[in-house]
């Protein structure tokens, strides 16, 4: 493998870190990507080779320093690609469902073309992890969170009573918050915290047609194919036909319908709309685009 791939697997570490940090907070996502690190050290070489370390002035502008300790061209790209795939998996789900639904998006934009360019032509599949994503989220968001008994360990490090101040940073939009010798303890995005507060409150946390309506714009084909079983009451043979689709291709829009729960099997061969999928056209068709 070409060294000239370091720099965009550094690229691509650091913004794996940044976008998780501004989902969660700056002290959890710092904990959990330390622990993500040590957990893939163990299965992957690529990970034994490089070093990563939470200085004080990188933690505070967003960052780990991230360095190569050994040579890493010798490595096979299947391996490579397998650990950085590991590593944006693991991070997704330790976050939770604050990982949200745009989370490879956000990524992908905060990595410069040229790096883009090298990791995908590593063997790293940004649509296959999206759609992953994509399937787990909307689980997530359609089931009404169990009560847990029990106390948990406090991933954070602190409580509210170590937080002396508060100060809001207009320019990051974040909520910077301060231990009694005025050191940043953490950095919290407002939008999230309020979010976070609302759907705890009012115990709504399903996915909105209007964040169904987003999912689906990035599966096109999967929301044509939906439009015609709702609208035009096909068949699915004629749907199928008049899309283009072959057999590989229609079984993936299916899946990806039924995981979102717009459409379910009635039978092994025959599907229906589901109510929940009727709601969202009604919706999306009054929707402007």
């Known amino acids: ?45 690529l990970f034994k080779k490089i070093g990563i370390k939470a200085e004080a002035e990188a933690i505070i502008s967003g960052g780990f320093q991230i360095d190569f300790l050994d040579d890493i061209s010798h490595l096979q790209k299947i391996d490579v690609v397998r650990a950085l795939e590991s590593l944006i998996r693991i991070i997704f789900d330790d976050i939770g469902d604050d990982s949200g639904l745009y989370f490879i998006t956000e990524i992908k934009n905060r990595l410069r073309k040229e790096n ?9 599949d940004f649509g296959q992890i999206q ?48 231990d009694k ?24 946390t399903e996915m909105s047609p209007f964040e169904l309506a987003n999912l689906l714009e990035e599966h096109e084909r999967s929301y044509s194919f939906l439009k015609l079983i709702y609208y035009e009451n096909l068949e699915y043979e004629t749907a199928k036909k008049m899309l283009n689709l072959d057999d590989n291709e229609i079984d993936t829009i299916i899946k990806e319908l039924v995981e979102l729960e717009l459409l379910q099997y009635v039978s092994d061969n025959e599907i229906e709309i589901t109510k929940s999928g009727k709601e969202f056209m009604d919706v999306k068709v009054k929707t402007p685009s």
């Not at 883009?116 to 790293?124: P, S």
């Not at 939008?191 to 609302?198: D, E, L, M, S, T």
Request: hydrophobic share 30%; net charge positive.
């Open 1 to 45: 493998m070409e060294n000239c791939c370091e720099p965009a697997i550094k690229d691509f570490i650091q913004a794996i870190f940044t976008v998780s940090s501004r989902r969660t907070s700056l002290k959890f996502a710092e904990e959990t990507f330390s622990d993500a690190f040590k957990t893939l050290q163990k299965r992957f070489a």
């Open 116 to 124: 883009i360019d090298c990791i995908t032509e590593l063997g790293v």
């Open 131 to 178: 759609s992953e994503q994509h399937y787990a989220y909307a689980r997530k968001k359609r089931k009404k969170g169990k009560k847990e008994t029990g106390k948990k360990e406090n991933p954070l490090g602190y409580g509210w009573d170590s937080v002396t101040k508060w100060n809001y940073n207009e320019e990051s939009k974040q909520v910077e918050l301060y």
């Open 181 to 204: 010798q005025g050191k940043i303890l953490d950095k919290i995005d407002l939008q999230q915290a309020i979010r976070h507060y609302v759907e705890s409150l009012s115990g709504t």
